[in-house]
């Protein structure tokens, strides 16, 4: 016999942790939170500068893009989460809500109930900020939310060269404005990473009514009569759900699973041999994502973190952290920024920045022997839309996945803006001490032609993917402003596959909000709010 749950929920990331929480407060639902990936005890986990282990493979499911035909067939690493937490277990641990007029925007589209105002008490309740207790903040909730604890002298001298072009230093750019350069806000609590689950699920992990799996991996979606009654799991074995199934395992995830099981366009699914259950042109479409560019400069003495690479060094960070809680193991490595304009006309900002205090932290990133630092640009509007769809029927093997970057000339030409404002940046005066020379791009990068072919070599995903499964009051529309699918019953998306525009900054700590929405609507729809 089938086991039985009143919520079963795939996908134990940011907003699936959220949902195992709050849905299991009432004691008489029962919930099963399945996570395909494994547990979170290694300490790359726990400590904040172990983000840079994670774009090179760990906890990832090592997936990649498609060429990209306007890029000149680059292939992009797509690191996706698979670890209980999700990406909050590998990110950088930046915490940024994106603008308030994004959320306009979305009501704007017909999205009821998801306006800045509506958002914004989800994002209060889940934070215990440190610093903040305001209209715009909260203190006591899940979720840790602290000012850096390892920031360099050269972070000021940036926040110089930056209001030396114009643009000022903002103390909180989650707050009334988010114009500026700053200090982010980091998901770390007692300089420890505070991930969804770590927030979330361990600290009710005792409750007798929710369940939580590890490495159980779900083959399909189970739909009978027009409802989601269950799923199938990888080795056969049936669990059924009485309630719903919330589907939360990201924007790449959510319209994998939803296909596997038969759940989108009908005429693709049967080209691969897969039965369709539902016909749902729009899964796996509207796929946005921010492309990172890079500039790299080489610094003129240890003003960085890049010696801490040696054995030697890295052993005497670790007895540093241990005793006083600070240095580079306590620094998430990009917890400097800021916000500002690409198109001088934009109604917000339109570019942000990242300065790592390294280099080659990320995956593909070239590192300086001698020491550097790496300031990353994104556009925040890509016009550009892609597609996740599958390669084939078997699980087991890797989705398509087409950010289909730069196919839009305006997303082309406002992404140059922002890596030329970056080498500005690094070329003031006020960063003179500090660097010696930009490496990358350099002085041999000069006419558009030649920013374009370093686009293309040096660049990468910003790992701010969404719009998957696009919520909307239109017909075409995956789910609707309670996040229920559209066609079948007792079925719902929950995470950033459901924005109908990409946020306009990382899009961790609105997978969050998500889920807090998503948890209250849940419990008002069955009854027990």
Not at 71 to 99: D, E, H, L, P
Not at 160 to 183: F, H
């Amino acid at each position: 016999m089938a086991e039985g749950f009143d919520f079963i929920i795939i996908g134990g990331g940011s907003a699936g942790s959220v949902l195992a929480a709050r849905l299991s407060e009432n004691p008489s639902a029962k919930v099963l939170l399945l996570e395909a990936g494994g547990s979170d005890r290694h300490p790359f986990y726990h400590l904040p500068a172990g983000f840079a282990k994670m774009t090179k493979g760990i906890g990832s499911w090592g997936w990649d893009t498609t060429p990209q035909r306007h890029m000149q067939g680059k292939v992009f690493r797509y690191t996706q989460a698979k670890v209980i937490g999700g990406g909050s277990a590998i990110n950088a641990q930046i915490y940024t809500r994106g603008n308030a007029q994004d959320y306009d925007d979305w009501a704007q589209m017909g999205c009821t109930g998801w306006g800045y105002d509506d958002v914004l008490p989800y994002y209060r309740k889940a934070e215990d900020n440190d610093t903040f207790d305001n209209e715009y903040h909260g203190k006591g909730g899940p979720l840790g939310v602290s000012q850096p604890a390892a920031p360099l002298p050269i972070c000021e001298a940036y926040f110089d060269a930056a209001k030396a072009l114009g643009i000022p230093r903002n103390l909180d750019i989650n707050g009334e404005t988010q114009d500026g350069v700053c200090y982010y806000q980091l998901t770390q609590r007692n300089t420890r990473r505070s991930s969804a689950a770590m927030a979330y699920v361990a600290p009710n992990k005792h409750r007798k009514n929710l369940t939580v799996r590890l490495g159980a991996q779900v083959r399909r979606i189970i739909v009978e009569a027009g409802r989601a009654s269950g799923v199938e799991m990888m080795d056969g074995s049936r669990i059924d759900a009485s309630q719903e199934v919330l589907l939360s395992s990201g924007a790449i995830g959510s319209p994998r699973l939803l296909q596997l099981s038969g759940i989108g366009p009908a005429d693709s699914l049967s080209d691969l041999g897969i039965k369709p259950v539902f016909d749902q042109p729009q899964i796996g479409e509207n796929l946005q994502d921010h492309l990172d560019l890079y500039c790299i400069a080489e610094l003129r003495g240890p003003f960085s973190y890049d010696r801490y690479a040696k054995p030697h060094w890295a052993a005497i960070a670790g007895l540093q952290y241990l005793l006083q809680r600070k240095g580079p193991v306590a620094s998430s490595l990009f917890e400097t920024g800021g916000f500002w304009y690409a198109d001088p006309s934009a109604r917000s900002p339109d570019l942000q920045f990242h300065l790592g205090l390294g280099t080659g932290i990320e995956h593909g990133v070239a590192s300086m022997p001698q020491g550097g630092i790496t300031l990353n640009s994104c556009y925040l509007r890509p016009r550009s839309r892609g597609s996740v769809r599958l390669a084939s029927s078997d699980p087991a093997q890797a989705p398509l996945i087409d950010p289909n970057y730069l196919s839009d000339p305006m997303d082309r030409e406002m992404t140059v803006r922002g890596l030329k404002l970056t080498q500005e940046i690094l070329a003031q005066k006020e960063m003179s001490d500090f660097i010696l020379a930009e490496r990358l791009p350099g002085p041999d990068v000069k006419t558009d032609a030649d920013y374009f072919n370093f686009i293309c070599e040096h660049s990468k995903t910003s790992h701010h993917c969404a719009g998957t499964c696009r919520m909307g009051a239109d017909d075409e529309a995956v789910v609707d402003p309670r996040l229920r699918f559209n066609g079948i019953e007792g079925l719902r998306v929950v995470d950033n596959a459901i924005m109908p525009s990409v946020i306009s900054s990382n899009t961790n700590a609105a997978a969050i909000m998500i889920g807090e929405k998503a948890a209250d609507m849940i419990k008002q729809d069955n009854g027990f709010l």
